[in-house]
């Protein structure tokens, strides 16, 4: 950390500044000019972390070189890390898709749903049974019964199953009947529930914030590793920009620089990036060039009832043409499915 003081700070805002450091346990290397002087601070990061230096008297600007993660970082680890579950595999050359519908509505729709897609190559599941809707008079999901429903479907089909955690009291029963466990985009800085998923064995699906910067995901994957949860799928699932057109803007560029910056696996979530199913095939091609590990589309077996999602939602033969060729786009990055 670098803390530069106003032109001209006394020597006693100096000291002041210094003994303060001194006393947290950080070490200190003055750079003294006639006008400024720059304070570097050497510590560990859980220290520096915890030194707010802004509102001191003489300070000007303080800059933080240390990353506000480190487990999840590749100078920590430079192997990708690899996510299985089940036949499943996301990362480190593996690809994996997960398909499904936005909720689960019948046991009927799960398991012809299920089937369809497994038929044609999906790895995984989705299905949500709490879901977080905008409207408190939207449908809200199935909760337990849905719960079941899905992992009935997922078994039948040969699939694990992954379904969203909506709060913190839910994870025992969601990790009761679901193989991974999504933490969704308006739970992504739900550090409670973070630090509950790390205490859990079941891998966690972490969905990017709608407003999240790139560090900010990573700060929160953190929060599941260190509590000792390795497992951990980031998802782009576009962000809040000014566009109204498509649903939220896809960030591919993210996908792109969460492989510089993290091991973990990073998948792409086209149908609530784009919110339209016309664009669903094209990101999810875009999504395998920026060098994505995974994808996790909707699918539904009859979106014009859907009760959640619909018009996002790919049908049976769309998700089937989707998937024709994947093998080979996927093999053109080095990955297979
Ligand atoms: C979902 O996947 O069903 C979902 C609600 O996604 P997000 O949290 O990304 O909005
Ligand atoms: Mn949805």
Redesign the pocket.
């Known amino acids: 950390m670098l803390i530069v003081m106003r032109d001209h700070a006394s020597l006693q805002e100096i000291e002041h500044v210094v003994d303060h450091l001194h006393s947290a346990g950080a070490e200190t290397h003055l750079s003294q000019g006639e006008v400024k002087t720059v304070i570097g601070v050497i510590g560990e990061r859980e220290l520096i972390y915890t030194l707010d230096m802004e509102g001191f008297a003489g300070v000007a600007e303080v800059i933080r070189v240390l990353k506000p993660y480190k487990l999840v970082g590749r100078d920590f680890q430079a192997e990708d890390t690899v996510v299985r579950v089940g036949s499943a595999e996301f990362g480190g050359g593996a690809f994996g898709v997960i398909a499904g519908p936005?909720?689960v509505e019948s046991s009927e729709q799960m398991r012809s749903v299920a089937a369809s897609v497994k038929a044609v190559g999906a790895s995984m599941l989705?299905g949500?049974a709490y879901?977080?809707r905008t409207s408190p008079y939207a449908f809200q999901g199935m909760g337990l019964d849905g719960l079941k429903l899905l992992r009935e479907a997922g078994d039948a089909a040969g699939l694990p199953v992954v379904t969203?955690i909506l709060d913190v009291r839910d994870a025992e029963v969601v990790a009761e009947w679901a193989d991974v466990l999504?933490?969704?985009?308006?739970?992504?800085q739900n550090f409670m529930m973070l630090e509950e998923l790390g205490k859990m064995r079941k891998p966690v699906l972490l969905?990017?914030g709608?407003s999240a910067t790139i560090e900010e995901v990573l700060s929160s994957a953190e929060y599941v590793l260190k509590g000792g949860n390795r497992d951990v799928i980031l998802?782009e699932?576009?962000i809040r920009t000014f566009e109204t057109y498509t649903r939220n803007t896809l960030d591919l560029a993210a996908v792109a620089a969460f492989k510089v910056l993290t091991h973990l696996p990073v998948i792409v979530?086209p149908?609530?990036?784009t919110g339209r199913r016309d664009l669903i095939a094209p990101m999810c091609r875009a999504a395998v060039a920026a060098g994505a590990d995974g994808l996790?589309v909707?699918v539904h077996p009859d979106p014009e009832h859907a009760k959640?999602?619909g018009p996002q939602s790919l049908d049976v033969p769309m998700f089937a043409a989707l998937m024709d060729g994947m093998d080979a786009r996927v093999a053109l990055e080095g990955k297979h499915l």
Do not use: F, T, W
């Open positions: 936005c909720s989705r949500g879901k977080p969203e999504q933490v969704g985009a308006r739970n992504m969905k990017r709608l998802c699932r576009g979530d149908s609530h990036a996790i909707e959640c999602d």
